[in-house]
């Protein structure tokens, strides 16, 4: 009797989990300072890079 009533409450058992609901998630103040400074890095960098083509640019037409 006992081994037909362990597969059938392992059967009864969903093995999925039911979905957690979605929660607001909120920032943390530490990692939110690293990404500002990354985007800040990032749009330094995309100046410097935009710069240097505007030069090079300029050396190509003189050399011209």
């Known amino acids: 009797m006992k081994w037909i009533l ?3 409450a ?3 058992c ?3 989990p039911a979905p957690q609901p979605e929660t607001e998630r909120r920032p943390n103040p530490a990692f939110e300072t690293q990404v500002r400074a990354m985007e800040k890095a990032r749009a330094v960098e995309q100046q410097m ?3 240097a ?3 090079r640019k300029a050396l190509d037409a003189a050399t011209q």
């Open 6 to 8: 362990i597969p059938l």
């Open 53 to 55: 083509a505007t030069q």
């Open 10 to 12: 392992l059967t009864a």
């Open 49 to 51: 890079k935009d710069t």
């Open 14 to 16: 969903d093995p999925i």
